[in-house]
């Protein structure tokens, strides 16, 4: 396994300290997320009461920050959460099953690839409404096809092991089969894609907000404050600076969590970090 560097630490505590000011951003917060202060309005980041500035109507960015990270982390887990479970099962069954279930299956998966994501988040998003359920829901149906095709390929491989022949030829049913013997050795790659997807759905919520189909107008997320800041941008750019870098540090953190979690489950790419490592000693 890899060792522990830098990068994996940055990930680590950096994600934990955005969930933790997400959970206690009633009590982390300086201000409410909507407590407005006309005569401070547009005030850069300094040392005064409002440390990384306020916004166009005088509302403190470092509280909307704050407040902003509860809905791209809680959006992010949770449409992922929802999406993975049904990508699985779709793509196990494919695997598993006959040629025509597999036929049907895939071409389903097919169709939904062919709409590019964003378009049909947009359209889904625009028939419901917006809201958090509706984001979520909306990103959970545009995302169970990644896990489908990952889970449909291990299965194809896993269902001629030896242990599945040897179950298969006990009697095992096969649900049993599925539940017991496939679907425990394809797990390893699907939990490093879910870790890789929260960091998309984190920036396809903000994109959502960013166009005005996200959640409710009165709920802060970084992607409203990137809306809100467009047309600040040459007199107060922290306004859009500051979500987006949040932003680019959430996803940046996701992703080299996801690739340490990579190379640890990954007992093939471990083997070779191994060999490599025999053959050239640090």
Known sequence: MRRSGPTFWFAAVFLG?????????????????SEQDIARRLQPPGLGPHLLGTDEVGRDVLSRLIYGARISLLVGVVAVALSCPLGVLVGVVAGYSGRRTDDVLMRVTEIQLAIPTILLAIAVVAVLGPGI?????????????????????????????????????TGAGDLRIMARHVLP?????????????VAN????????????????????????????????????????ALPGLAIFLTVLAVNLLGDYLRDWLDPRLRNTLRSD????PV
């Open 17 to 33: 300290a955005i969930l933790a000011v997400a959970i206690l951003a009633g009590w982390v917060a300086p201000y409410t997320a």
């Open 133 to 169: 359920r509706n984001v979520i829901l909306t990103l959970s149906v545009t995302g169970w096809t990644l896990y489908a095709r990952l889970t449909r390929g291990e299965t194809l491989g896993v269902k001629q092991r030896d242990f599945v022949q040897a179950a298969r030829a």
């Open 185 to 197: 050795n394809v797990l390893s790659p699907v939990i490093v894609v879910a870790v890789f997807a």
């Open 201 to 240: 759905m984190i920036i396809l919520e903000a994109t959502l907000s960013f166009l005005g189909l996200g959640v409710e107008p009165d709920i802060v997320t970084w992607g409203r404050m990137l809306n809100g800041g467009r047309l600040y941008l040459s007199t107060a750019w922290w306004i859009t």
């Open 277 to 280: 490592h025999a053959q050239n």
